[in-house]
């Protein structure tokens, strides 16, 4: 497996300080309610940057004895340090235009003092000061490579913020949130790394020097209200005033503002010095503001919602990790290289296409052919290869997965000794709209190669359709004059996990041998109709696979008891409340369309099941149901759920046709040539045909659409499937 250089520095990143991040995002979380709990007290002052400090003074000079400090934090709250005329000292919230007092001084709560502890310095004091800091820094550098990585993915650093193809949930919304959360996360990472830098000293120190302006010594003494300094300074500037400690000459007042500190005589009111604030000092203050968002309700909820994203990443990150390793199989290798007739090449990035080639490997070991897999970064000079096959799926804007961006150069400096047949399949998806072009690359990049002969043309799998899978095998079997089986558990990821079901329901067997059977699962567990369930009944190791209908959050299938079928007989003869084991498997490519308006369903048999999930669920699509049985007793046992689908409008048309009541046989694709113009309507207005049953049915059904289609619509049958306007699942 390679994986990228971005996304393993993403990865060993984000394990190697996933706990701090907890712990910070946690407490981020509790420290963000401060400034929120803390603005929203009632001290606020209004038009605070149309007080002056002489205003002020003059109010406080009437109300007490005599002042110690002013001092206006982040809120705008003034509060002051007085002696009351009765002789006390007191510090209190006050409204800056009457002197009065409005509030007594907010005390910081034990679980924000707690919860800052543990954000700051997890209580382990400067080592632990030293730890957050760090973390913070690599938090950043996780921001940086989740960048590239998305670029990577996008394509390009133009397309960061353009549509993103929602591959997987997990993956779609770390993005997604990623692409809002950025800016905060990386403001929150500098401004901590800095303030960290701060408490240990490791800023430059402010080395201005105070500049001197006026002598200390003078006679004028002017009221201090009437300082000109403090009649032309406004409340919103000031951090705090401290008051002379005596009459003395020699103190004086200090004067704190945003950028600067002012050195006030208190006899004059003269500056006597000022002291400009250094960028380090203002970088630290500002950093404080961003990084606590004090005195702010909207930087402080983007604050609160940032660390929920911080905390959502962590857990999806692990979440597809976690899953992406599951879908990785190895390559496993039974010969050398230079002993295979056979050599199958990998391109993937995410582990899917290695499950393809794995199985169709694993299809020509059965018939004993001599094949060696390897990743397509990895070709060579095979000497006694005759065939090679090429899977490989497309990523970014038509690029290669990572393990196989080396690959086209290869093919010009690798040396072939004797003429290879090659194959290319490509894996991708027709949301993106370089379909499959690194695989049309590979094809074309081959066909001008003197040393190799193309056995077929380029092979477009969209969404890892299994049925297309198997039609090319099938294909490429004839061409070679093999016969190869494909085990489709070869493909199915082993992370999909075994599920209890109690019996719920289960009908008597009827003419046909067919029953329906209801099942529960017993925890909680997603299913769509179209999905598949797959049972292995107890001491076998072949599964069946059952095509569900979702009904009421119960399973419902519809199963064909075969004389000599092992599962169908062992979930015939069970009863009432007890349990069955089976693995959910997702079959994406045969849900109900959401955008098409209308829909035509064509099936035989037991095929039917999955549409009658599909049909009890639908609210706004208009949906046409053909279907084959045998004979009016095939149908009785779907009867009442077809008649619930048309009496409540879920069901728009329904056409049925009997292969055993007449003389004449009557199937599905006999109805269809019936409605020729009314299935190239439904065709041309971008609708949709699911097909499902036997692969006989599917056959007919496909020759009267191919018909249709060409004479309609100038398309053929594969043109139709190419663009995913028919969708089969046939057994
Ligand atoms: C980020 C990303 C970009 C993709 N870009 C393309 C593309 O440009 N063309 C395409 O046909 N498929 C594209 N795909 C779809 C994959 O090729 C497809 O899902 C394939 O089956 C994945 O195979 P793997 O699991 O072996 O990597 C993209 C998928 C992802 C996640």
């Keep these: 497996m390679t994986i990228s250089i971005w996304r393993y520095s993403h990865l060993i990143l984000a394990i190697s300080t996933a706990l701090f991040i907890i712990i910070t995002s946690i407490t981020g979380i509790i420290l963000a309610f401060e400034p929120i709990l803390n603005k929203l007290k009632p001290f606020d002052v209004e038009n605070i940057n149309k007080i002056s400090i002489s205003e002020t003074l003059t109010a406080l000079e009437k109300q007490y004895k005599e002042v110690i400090e002013i001092e206006i934090d982040e809120n705008n709250f003034v509060s002051t340090s007085v002696i009351t005329k009765n002789g006390k000292n007191k510090t209190f919230y006050i409204n800056p235009k009457t002197g009065l007092k409005i509030g007594k001084i907010i005390q910081k709560k034990a679980i924000f003092e707690f919860a800052t502890n543990l954000h700051r310095s997890l209580f382990l004091k400067s080592t632990g000061r030293f730890l957050i800091g760090f ?109 002379p400690f005596s009459s003395n000459e020699e103190d004086y007042f200090l004067l704190k503002l945003r950028d600067k500190e002012l050195a006030i005589h208190q006899y004059s009111g003269e500056i006597i010095c000022e002291k400009k604030l250094s960028s380090f000092s203002l970088g630290t203050y500002y950093s404080l503001f961003l990084h606590t968002g004090k005195g702010t ?139 499959c072009q690194f695989a049309i690359f590979v094809h074309a990049s081959l066909q001008i190669h003197p040393k190799f002969i193309p056995q077929m043309t380029l092979i477009k799998i969209n969404h890892r359709n299994m049925q297309s899978f198997k039609n090319w095998v099938n294909e490429w079997s004839v061409l070679n004059n093999l016969s190869l089986k494909i085990n489709e558990e070869d493909v199915v990821e082993t992370s999909e996990k075994e599920v209890k079901f109690s019996v719920l329901k289960k009908t008597d067997v009827n003419k046909d041998n067919t029953f329906l059977i209801f099942l529960k699962p017993n925890c909680k567990t997603k299913f769509v109709s179209g999905d598949v369930l797959s049972i292995t009944p107890k001491n076998e190791n072949k599964s069946r696979l059952y095509s569900i209908a979702k009904i009421d959050k119960y399973i419902l299938l519809s199963v064909k008891k075969h004389e000599y079928g092992v599962c169908s007989n062992y979930l015939q003869q069970l009863q009432i409340n007890d349990f069955v084991n089976g693995v959910i498997k997702q079959n994406k490519h045969f849900y109900l369309p959401k955008k098409a308006k209308e829909v035509i369903l064509i099936a035989n048999g037991t095929g039917i099941a999955p549409f009658l999930g599909m049909i009890l669920e639908n609210s706004k699509t208009k949906i046409h149901l053909f279907w084959g049985g045998r004979t009016p007793k095939s149908f009785e046992i779907y009867n009442k759920y077809i008649t619930k689908a048309l009496d409540t409008k879920k069901l728009t048309s329904f056409y049925i046709a009997y292969s055993q009541e007449k003389k004449e046989k009557n199937y599905v694709q006999n109805l269809l040539e019936k409605k020729t113009e009314f299935v190239a309507k439904t065709l041309q207005n971008q609708n949709c045909i699911l097909i499902c049953g036997s692969l006989k049915m599917q056959q007919g059904v496909e020759i009267v659409i191919d018909k249709i289609a060409k004479e309609k619509l100038n398309l053929s049958i594969k043109n139709l499937k190419d663009y995913g306007v028919i969708k089969t699942n046939c057994y």
């Excluded at 549509?163 to 990472?189: C, M, W």
């Excluded at 200390?216 to 300094?229: E, L, Q, R």
């Design 135 to 243: 973390v913070s820094f690599l938090l950043f550098l996780i921001a940086v490579t989740g960048v590239l990585l998305i670029i990577r993915r996008q394509g390009g650093a133009c397309k960061f913020f353009s549509k993103i193809t929602k591959e997987n949930s997990k993956q779609y919304y770390h993005i997604i949130v990623g692409r809002y959360a950025l800016i905060p996360i990386i403001i929150i990472n500098l401004t901590g790394a800095y303030l960290s830098l701060e408490k240990f000293s490791l800023l430059p120190k402010d080395k201005k020097p105070r500049q001197e302006i006026v002598q200390k010594t003078t006679t004028k003494h002017v009221k201090v209200a009437d300082f000109n300094v403090f009649k032309t300074t406004y409340l919103n500037e000031v951090k705090k005033i401290e008051f």
């Design 297 to 435: 309700i909207i930087w402080s909820i983007v604050l609160l919602l940032t660390c929920f994203a911080i905390l959502f990443f962590i857990f999806s990150g692990f979440s597809i990790t976690v899953s992406r390793r599951k879908k990785f199989v190895a390559l496993k290798n039974e010969i050398l290289p230079n002993k295979a007739e056979y050599i199958v090449l990998v391109g993937s990035e995410t582990g899917s296409t290695i499950r393809f080639a794995m199985a169709f490997k694993n299809a020509l070991l059965k018939i004993n052919k001599t094949v060696f897999i390897a990743e397509l970064n990895n070709y060579k000079t095979y000497k006694k290869a005759k065939n090679i096959v090429i899977f490989t799926a497309t990523y970014g804007n038509g690029e290669p997965p990572t393990n196989a961006n080396k690959f086209i150069k290869l093919i010009g400096t690798v040396q072939q000794n004797r003429l290879l047949k090659y194959t290319v399949v490509g894996f991708g998806s027709k949301e993106y709209p370089a379909f």
